[in-house]
């Protein structure tokens, strides 16, 4: 009997301390409750309602433990209420599951939500400075970061005049037949200077040059007035390249008709040349240039006579001045 009896005393005092100890954990969680402003946190601290996930990027969700257990403190409730700093956007947030909540605990663990995705920038990346100015980025860039891009030089333009016509002048050494040279009869020519006049157009005038000229010729000093003098037609072809200097080279022809003196009897006679120039047209003004050439031409004249046809030839060098457009 007084076995029995000390026993029950014995559970009587370990129900009254339990019980003593449940109602000032009790009293001491409700002073906690009356001191919190957040209705969410009472709500969860009292057992209320079960607490849902934080939102995204508010940081791990708190779920209240599990199998019971002593409510957190006042300032571990409060500390929970605060709202954590933002992470960076685009950040993951990895939540991990409270202490003390496993599977076995039966109480099952509250999924993190996902994070909210970033919407896309709807406006284009700005261009960087080297890529704005046309130059590459990166190493290439230079120690400066930009290098302007490197203008082309521009292509050099066609020359845009080419010879059309021109005047000029030359002087044309040649021979007086049947005279008598160092006084002696020995049948040898004299010689006899002409000044020549030439008007000539270039129907073709690009990289090829060719020429139509009508000449004047007369002898110096008479100006055909008692003196030798003659009337051609040449024709030039050849090839040139244009520029403000414009050199050339061609070959040249003609023939025409070439009145004679001869002790004071005017002889009908033909004339008819072959040879070649060299030269440069130099551009002065827009179209107007100044012509100068050197030549070498074969001089033929016939002569009709009482005793024949006669044929003098001559091998001379000639030069010529001239203008144009």
């Given at each position: ?65 599990a199998?019971?257990?002593?409510a ?28 003390g ?50 203008a ?36 040898k020519?004299?010689?006899e ?48 390249r ?9 070959a ?15 002889v ?32 033929v ?19 010529r001045?001239?203008?144009g457009?």
């Amino acid at each position: 009997m007084t076995r029995w009896t000390g026993a029950a005393l014995l559970a009587l005092a370990t129900v009254w301390g339990t019980g003593t100890a449940l109602a000032e954990d009790a009293s001491s969680a409700k002073g906690n409750l009356d001191r919190l402003d957040d209705p969410k946190i009472v709500r969860r601290l009292s057992g209320a309602e079960a607490m849902p996930a934080s939102p995204a990027g508010a940081g791990a969700a708190m779920v209240p433990p599990a199998g019971g257990g002593r409510a957190p403190s006042s300032s571990a409730a409060v500390d929970a209420g605060r709202a954590p700093s933002a992470p960076p956007a685009g950040a993951s947030v990895a939540t991990t599951p409270s202490r003390g909540t496993s599977p076995a605990s039966g109480a099952s663990p509250v999924a993190p939500l996902p994070a909210a995705p970033v919407a896309p920038s709807s406006a284009a990346p700005a261009a960087s400075a080297p890529e704005a100015l046309g130059a590459p980025a990166g190493p290439e860039a230079g120690s400066a970061g930009v290098v302007a891009a490197r203008a082309e030089p521009p292509a050099a333009e066609a020359w845009p005049y080419a010879p059309r016509a021109e005047v000029s002048w030359r002087h044309l050494p040649l021979f007086r037949p049947g005279a008598q040279q160092d006084g002696q009869a020995n049948g040898k020519v004299s010689d006899e200077g002409f000044s020549v006049l030439t008007g000539r157009i270039f129907p073709t005038s690009s990289f090829l040059r060719f020429g139509l000229a009508f000449d004047f010729g007369w002898e110096d000093g008479r100006f055909a007035v008692n003196g030798d003098y003659f009337l051609a037609e040449t024709t030039s072809f050849g090839v040139q390249r244009l520029g403000r200097v414009t050199p050339f080279v061609e070959a040249l022809g003609g023939g025409g008709y070439m009145r004679r003196l001869q002790t004071g009897v005017s002889v009908p006679s033909a004339i008819w040349f072959f040879g070649g120039e060299g030269g440069a047209d130099f551009y002065v003004a827009s179209r107007l240039y100044v012509h100068a050439s050197l030549g070498f031409v074969r001089v033929v004249n016939g002569l009709a006579q009482v005793s024949g046809f006669t044929l003098l030839h001559e091998d001379t060098w000639t030069f010529r001045l001239g203008f144009g457009i």
